[in-house]
């Protein structure tokens, strides 16, 4: 007898429905979007077509990247039992409330510091041999961007780079812009320029032993002079001061050829070789033209300063 029953039990157990899909809410739930779906706030203990459809399911607007928000579950049961058509069958579990937090990227005043220093070294080819550094008037912000591909782009104030008071950045996310931002700040390059080892008059001839180099910033200097042989030999247009940096616009080339001296004038194309005697009428510095009287024609010429004592008609 009591084998038949239990044999009954069985049976009649076997026609019951299956037991019905469970719903439980998470306590915290994470998401990337901009949009919240059920399966980001729930867990399903069944993998059915069902519970795929529902996980689906946009339940709600996700906070901005970096923020939480908090969604009230029993809000949300409501909101899908009265816009779908569900089985009353579901099982719905777990938390009152689900604290939801929106991923994001963070990006620091450190990160942003590092882009503007990527940018100067990549453009290395475009800027002087100098130690260059931006240095910010203060420390951006930092903020959160969404989930996904980050670029930037980088753009100067100054196109030249160097004496630029801002570098702008825009960040794109998945090939949108996701911020535009500014840094404002100064660019310090720092390199060894020449300067005078004293105080030096107008007129004084330069050498070796009144210049020398010492570090300065280029941003500071206006087209100075990087190697002192470039200037040894020159006449100083001005007075200057010891420590001062020497530029080009302050000194002036000794001229090689003196007007009133006799010149030899060279005339060459393919393989002709001509040459006469004739006089200068200015002074000239090496490759300067100058004007040149022939000998002989009484002719005035312009003549490129060749070498001492020798110019040439550039044909």
């Known amino acids: 007898m009591f084998k038949l029953l ?7 157990s076997s026609l019951l429905p299956c037991s019905a899909l469970q719903i439980t809410f998470k306590q915290d739930a994470r998401v990337d979007g901009v949009r919240t779906t059920l399966g980001d706030v729930a867990e399903f203990d069944a993998n059915t077509e069902m519970a795929q459809a529902l996980a689906s399911q946009r339940v709600a607007q996700s906070p901005p990247p970096g923020e939480t928000v908090t969604l009230n579950s029993l809000a949300i049961k409501k909101q899908l039992i009265t816009t779908l058509s569900l089985p009353g069958s579901i099982s719905w579990n777990g938390s009152r409330t689900v604290n939801l937090k929106r991923n994001g990227i963070h990006i620091g005043s450190t990160k942003i510091q590092e882009i503007i220093a990527e940018y100067l070294r990549l453009n290395s080819e475009n800027l002087p041999d100098a130690e260059i550094r931006f240095i910010p008037a203060a420390l951006p912000l930092p903020f959160i961007l969404p989930v996904g591909a980050l670029t930037y782009e980088v753009i100067p ?6 004496g630029s008071s801002r570098f702008s950045i825009i960040f794109r996310v998945n090939n949108r812009v996701a911020k535009n931002m500014s840094v404002r ?4 390059a720092l390199a060894p320029v020449v300067v005078a080892t004293g105080r030096l008059a107008k007129g004084s001839i330069l050498s070796p032993g009144n210049l020398t180099l010492a570090i300065k910033d280029l941003n500071k200097v206006s087209n100075p002079g990087l190697d002192i042989n470039n200037f040894s030999g020159k006449k100083l247009k001005r007075n200057i001061k010891a420590g001062t940096p020497v530029t080009r616009a302050m000194v002036t ?6 007007r009133g001296e006799r010149v030899k004038i060279v005339i060459s194309s393919g393989p002709m070789h001509l040459s006469a005697s004739g006089i200068a009428r200015t002074d000239g510095s090496h490759n300067q033209m100058i004007r040149v009287q022939n000998i002989n024609s009484k002719k ?10 020798l110019v040439e008609v550039i044909l």
């Open 6 to 12: 239990l044999i009954n039990a069985l049976f009649f």
């Open 157 to 162: 104030s100054n196109p030249r780079i160097l």
């Open 185 to 188: 700040g100064r660019i310090e």
């Open 253 to 258: 080339s000794l001229p090689v050829v003196r």
């Open 300 to 309: 005035i010429i312009h003549c490129r300063v060749a070498a001492p004592g």
